[in-house]
């Protein structure tokens, strides 16, 4: 008797183990009306959990999006926006200008006197014309240029040239940063006569070329980045500095009543032609 009641229970739970086997394979389809027939159909977990991800999905980007303000998302945009600007200008300011087209800087032609020509030439009243390159040689031969200020920690002055352009001209200035890391700064240029005192009296403007935007005037730049003339005031020492290395020639200008007209790859010095206000072309 014990024998065959513990068969009986062996078989009810063996019966139970294989309904839950098969139940987890087969559902019941309960729902047709007038049909008693019990339907086994094959579960298909793919489109069940699509759907139930998709949901999650949804239901995550809902709760992001509850807690994401109008404002924290344009301040977001914003400082994007901004660090960005700040990337581009600084890699600007640090990628040099390409001076190969500044005739004289870098060739080994030897160079004209330009102090006694400038002297003698003002002396008698009579134009002079100077090419760009015998400006550029004359300053690569006579001019020893040393970096100060704070840069001359670690930077060291590699040269100094012009380029002339119609109505302006660009004082390069070209620093190294170690031995592969080259850094160019450029002020723009410009001179005009003006009465002071009753007496026409030579003025140089930091300033020339196409403005920077709208009205804004260009003064120059840093790298190859354009920067506005009340900003480049800063590098005004550095040319003080350079017209104080040539006090002969300085001296010879203010005095004979000459001033510089640029154009496209030379300077012309004329006297002034008349003692009223006169503006450099």
Same mark, same amino acid.
């Given at each position: 008797?014990?024998?065959?009641?513990?068969?009986?229970?062996?078989?009810?739970?063996?019966?139970?183990?294989?309904?839950?086997? =098969?139940?987890?394979?087969?559902?019941?389809?309960?729902?047709?009306?007038?049909?008693?027939?019990?339907?086994?159909?094959?579960? /298909?977990?793919?489109?069940?959990?699509?759907?139930?991800?998709?949901?999650?999905?949804?239901?995550?980007? @809902?709760?992001? =999006?509850?807690?994401?303000?109008?404002?924290?998302?344009?301040?977001?945009?914003?400082?994007?926006?901004?660090?960005?600007?700040?990337?581009?200008?600084?890699?600007?300011?640090?990628?040099?200008?390409?001076?190969?087209?500044?005739?004289?800087?870098?060739? %080994?032609?030897? %160079?004209?006197?330009?102090?006694?020509?400038?002297?003698?030439?003002?002396?008698?009243?009579?134009?002079?014309?100077?090419?760009?390159?015998?400006?550029?040689?004359?300053? @690569?031969?006579?001019?020893?240029?040393?970096?100060?200020?704070?840069?001359?920690?670690?930077?060291?002055?590699?040269?100094?040239?012009?380029?002339?352009?119609?109505?302006?001209?660009?004082?390069?200035?070209?620093?190294?940063?170690?031995?592969?890391?080259?850094?160019?700064?450029?002020?723009?240029?410009?001179?005009?006569?003006?009465?002071?005192?009753?007496?026409?009296?030579?003025?140089?403007?930091?300033?020339?070329? /196409?403005?920077?935007?709208?009205?804004?005037?260009?003064?120059?730049?840093?790298?190859?980045?354009?920067?506005?003339?009340?900003?480049?005031?800063?590098?005004?020492?550095?040319?003080? %500095?350079?017209?104080?290395?040539?006090?002969?020639?300085?001296?010879?200008?203010?005095?004979?009543?000459?001033?510089?007209?640029?154009?496209?790859?030379?300077?012309?010095?004329?006297?002034?032609?008349?003692?009223?206000?006169?503006?450099?072309?």
């Amino acid at each position: 008797m014990a024998a065959g009641e513990n068969r009986r229970r062996n078989s009810k739970r063996h019966r139970k183990d294989l309904r839950a086997l =098969w139940g987890s394979l087969f559902r019941r389809d309960d729902d047709i009306e007038g049909d008693d027939m019990t339907h086994g159909t094959l579960y /298909e977990p793919e489109e069940d959990d699509i759907g139930a991800e998709h949901a999650d999905g949804l239901t995550r980007l @809902r709760q992001i =999006w509850a807690h994401v303000s109008l404002w924290k998302l344009a301040a977001l945009v914003l400082f994007i926006l901004l660090v960005g600007t700040l990337f581009i200008g600084v890699w600007r300011m640090w990628r040099p200008q390409d001076l190969s087209d500044i005739q004289g800087y870098r060739d %080994s032609v030897p %160079s004209r006197n330009l102090t006694r020509l400038i002297c003698n030439k003002t002396a008698v009243g009579e134009p002079i014309i100077i090419r760009e390159d015998d400006v550029n040689r004359y300053l @690569r031969d006579t001019c020893c240029i040393k970096q100060d200020g704070f840069f001359s920690i670690f930077a060291e002055a590699r040269g100094v040239a012009f380029r002339f352009h119609k109505g302006y001209a660009e004082l390069v200035i070209e620093r190294s940063f170690g031995p592969i890391c080259t850094q160019t700064t450029t002020v723009n240029i410009s001179f005009y006569v003006e009465m002071a005192d009753g007496r026409p009296q030579l003025k140089v403007s930091l300033h020339g070329g /196409e403005p920077i935007w709208g009205s804004i005037p260009r003064g120059g730049s840093i790298g190859r980045m354009a920067i506005p003339q009340k900003h480049i005031i800063v590098l005004q020492p550095a040319l003080e %500095s350079l017209l104080a290395c040539y006090p002969d020639i300085k001296n010879a200008v203010e005095q004979h009543g000459y001033c510089p007209y640029f154009e496209d790859g030379r300077v012309e010095l004329r006297p002034y032609p008349s003692p009223q206000t006169t503006t450099a072309h």
